[in-house]
C-alpha cells in the first residue's frame, strides 16, 4: 500500500485551492445564456413599448394630414381619418358634426391594432409575432384607400344623360380635378404620420424577425 508523502499532499491540496479559487472568478467573468437571453428581451420590450407610445401619440395625440389653406389650416388626427376615406374634402373642410361616431369607431380599430403588437406574449404561437405587422398594415391601407378616393372622379358618367349631360359632367369633373389638385399641394404630413409611420416600421420588421426565428425553431 503506497501512502502519499508530506509533499504530494501539499501540492495536491494548493491545486485543490487554486482551482476552487479560480472557479467563482471564471464564473463571475462568464455571463450565462440564460441572463443574456433575458437581458435581450428586456431591450426588446422596451423598445416595443416605446413604439407603442410613439404610434398612441403619432395616432391620437398630433396631427397626421395638415391642409393650409393660407388664412386657416385643417388638421386632421390619424383616426380621423375615416371620414375622410368616404369624404375626401374633409382635407379641406374638416370634420363636420355628424363624424364624431366614425372617428370614434375607427379609433377603435387604432386601439386594436396597437393591441396586436401585444399578441405573441399571450398566444404562444410563431405566427403571432405578424400581429406586430398591424399598425402598418393599417397605414398603408388607409394611405391607398385615400389616394383611390382622392383620383374617383366626381361625377360618374353612366350615358344615361345623354350626350349634353355627359360633357357638363367631364367638365365638372375637369373643373374639380384642377381643384382638387391644387389643394393636394396644400396637404402634407404632419408629424403624426412620421412618428406613428417610423414606429409601425420598426416593429413590423421586429415582428417579422421574431416569426421567422420562431418559425425556424
Do not use: K
Amino acid at each position: 500500500m503506497n501512502v502519499p508523502s508530506n509533499g504530494s499532499t501539499r501540492e495536491l491540496g494548493a491545486s485543490a485551492e487554486t482551482a476552487m479559487a479560480a472557479s467563482p472568478a471564471a464564473a463571475a467573468a462568464t455571463p450565462t445564456g440564460l441572463g443574456s437571453v433575458d437581458a435581450a428581451r428586456a431591450r426588446g420590450r422596451r423598445i416595443e413599448l416605446i413604439c407603442v407610445a410613439c404610434l398612441l401619440l403619432g395616432w391620437f395625440g398630433l396631427a397626421a394630414v395638415v391642409t393650409d389653406l393660407g388664412d386657416f389650416s385643417v388638421r386632421l388626427e390619424f383616426y380621423q381619418l375615416w371620414s375622410v376615406l368616404e369624404h375626401p374634402a374633409r382635407l379641406f373642410t374638416g370634420l363636420q358634426s355628424g363624424d364624431g361616431a366614425q372617428s370614434f369607431a375607427f379609433g377603435v380599430i387604432c386601439v386594436a391594432a396597437v393591441l396586436a403588437v401585444f399578441l405573441p406574449y399571450r398566444l404562444p404561437h410563431p405566427a403571432a409575432w405578424l400581429g406586430q405587422l398591424a399598425p402598418l398594415a393599417l397605414m398603408l391601407t388607409c394611405g391607398v384607400v385615400l389616394y383611390r378616393e382622392s383620383r374617383a372622379e366626381l361625377l360618374a358618367d353612366a350615358g344615361q344623360y345623354g350626350a349634353a349631360g355627359s360633357q357638363i359632367l367631364h367638365w365638372a369633373n375637369s373643373l374639380a380635378d384642377r381643384l382638387s389638385g391644387m389643394a393636394t399641394r396644400r396637404t402634407t404630413a404632419g408629424l403624426g404620420a412620421y412618428l406613428s409611420g417610423l414606429a409601425s416600421l420598426v416593429l413590423a420588421a421586429r415582428g417579422l424577425s421574431r416569426y421567422r426565428r420562431a418559425a425556424r425553431s
